[in-house]
């Protein structure tokens, strides 16, 4: 290296070491190191142990993390390698929520801004998954399947490396924090079945079917007849195939068509959607349960699960918004629920699985790490980042109560009759 180019990487890695200690002289207990490009090590607080080391690994880390103050900029530095992670990853979040909720004041940002444009802005190359490009008004029919398969397309053989044995991509029921999670996955399907009272010979619609885990389930233990839809083809396919495997043709199918699309009258007993409702958007919430409703016979019971959150702030996409599940949208339970009762639903219960979920999503995690190399075969090294922080952000989200999953029970009254026993006890009997 010449004397110049060492010269400027000591002044990066000075100005670099500055800010960091002046953006986090504030956080305690600082349970994480530091290390720089250059092998400099900025330690953890004394006597506190180190949790997780922070990786900058060239001299514009730093300006590619702060780049606009949000979780996406620090994501993205994820991402593409600008900074990893080694150790526990799950300590990273509050870090990161620190560093996004700061709001210095105008000297100090004058300070900072002065010495991050001291800091080199280039990076490495932007390789592998790029950022969601959706065209169209927001959840029209053709955007919102652009949304879809943006996710849902990636790899069947991705998702079948950290998913259950059965590919449920949702929310698991645990008895226990030791449970393993096919057989967590099990019992949530099966919870939803005796919540739905299924007997032989009803016909259900599971709207957001995924690979039809929960249809082949129904049919082959309640003896229903299921027809589960999915705006996503390698999804269908997979779907086709298991019920073809299972010998269930004559009971179960899977259609690719938008829950709009359904003929109005092709009735169901029972209808069932399963962390789909989040991706609806708000404006077209009574458009989805009138639908509902319309498909539904009188007396029949329709179970709505999915995340809940507050509304977000208008402004730059998230993370998840740009790299995940793009114009995800999920509401207040508050919300979902008095469009429901609007478009004639009675609510009959209503239930939080949201410890359930930070579970669900810990074990996720544990098993994408544990099949690294496999999840960069079947895609590329950015997605398996970008699961990876999905799955661990999430998980932290579902522990702080920041975001919440539920279970809503919707009964179309028949004449005031329901049908229903007295208690709940069938339910976990």
């Not at 705006?231 to 299972?246: G, H, K, T, V, Y």
Request: proline fraction near 4%; hydrophobic fraction near 35%.
């Amino acid at each position: 290296m010449k004397a110049n180019e060492t010269a400027d990487a000591g002044r990066a890695a000075r100005a670099t070491m500055s800010v960091l200690k002046d953006l986090l002289k504030d956080y305690h207990p600082r349970d994480f190191s530091i290390r720089l490009w250059t092998g400099e090590v900025l330690e953890p607080e004394p006597g506190i142990s180190n949790r997780f080391t922070l990786v900058l690994r060239h001299p514009g880390a730093l300006r590619a993390m702060l780049r606009s103050g949000s979780d996406r900029a620090i994501a993205e530095a994820y991402i593409y390698d600008d900074i990893d992670v080694e150790g526990d990853f799950d300590r990273v979040f509050p870090m990161a929520d620190y560093l996004t909720a700061l709001r210095p004041g105008a000297t100090n940002r004058i300070r900072l801004a002065s010495q991050l444009v001291s800091i080199p802005s280039g990076g490495g190359p932007r390789a592998g998954r790029k950022s969601a490009r959706l065209r169209g008004p927001v959840h029209s029919l053709e955007r919102d399947r652009q949304a879809v398969t943006y996710h849902y397309n990636t790899s069947n053989e991705f998702f079948a490396l950290f998913l259950d044995k059965e590919m449920v991509y949702s929310c698991a029921y645990f008895a226990s924090e030791g449970e393993s999670l096919d057989a967590a996955q099990r019992r949530k399907l099966d919870y939803i079945c005796r919540k739905l009272r299924l007997k032989e010979g009803e016909r259900i619609l599971d709207i957001g079917c995924g690979w039809g885990g929960l249809i082949t389930y129904a049919a082959k233990e309640y003896g229903v007849s299921a027809v589960g839809i999915t705006l996503s083809e390698p999804q269908a396919m997979l779907a086709a195939e298991r019920i073809r495997s299972d010998g269930l043709q004559d009971r179960c199918r899977v259609d690719i068509v938008d829950y709009r699309r359904i003929p109005e009258d092709d009735l169901f007993d029972k209808i069932v959607s399963i962390g789909m409702v989040e991706h609806v958007g708000k404006s077209r919430l009574p458009d989805y349960f009138e639908q509902a409703w319309r498909l539904l016979k009188p007396g029949g019971v329709f179970l709505n699960h999915g995340i809940a959150s507050e509304s977000k702030p208008g402004g730059s996409l998230t993370f998840s918004d740009a790299y995940v599940f793009p114009d995800s949208e999920p509401v207040p339970i508050s919300t979902s629920l008095r469009v429901a009762e609007a478009s004639g639903f009675e609510v009959r219960d209503v239930e939080s699985l949201r410890e359930h979920y930070a579970l669900t999503l810990r074990e996720w995690g544990r098993r994408l790490e544990s099949r690294h190399e496999d999840a960069v075969k079947a895609t590329d090294e950015a997605t398996y980042r970008v699961w990876r922080l999905f799955m661990a952000g999430s998980e932290h989200g579902f522990k702080t109560g920041r975001l919440n999953v539920y279970q809503s029970l919707l009964f179309k009254p028949d004449r005031g009759v329901s049908g229903f026993p007295l208690t709940r006890e069938d339910w976990y009997h």
